[in-house]
């Protein structure tokens, strides 16, 4: 697995390629999660099956896309 992370502008050593095509997918996923956490069920993971949180979150999604 490789790194996504951006590093510092001032960082003098070892400077990281940044792939910024996979960081702005990563960028909207972040942000897709920070948007549903509004449900408390998709912020705590109150589920314990991951088919059952996987469900809500779809849930969750079409809900935020609709308004």
Sequence with gaps: MDIII??????????RVLDTHRYKACHLVENLFQRMKVFRRVATRYDKLDVTFLGFVHIAGTRKWHH
């Design 6 to 15: 951006a590093c510092r502008v001032n960082r003098k050593k070892n400077p």
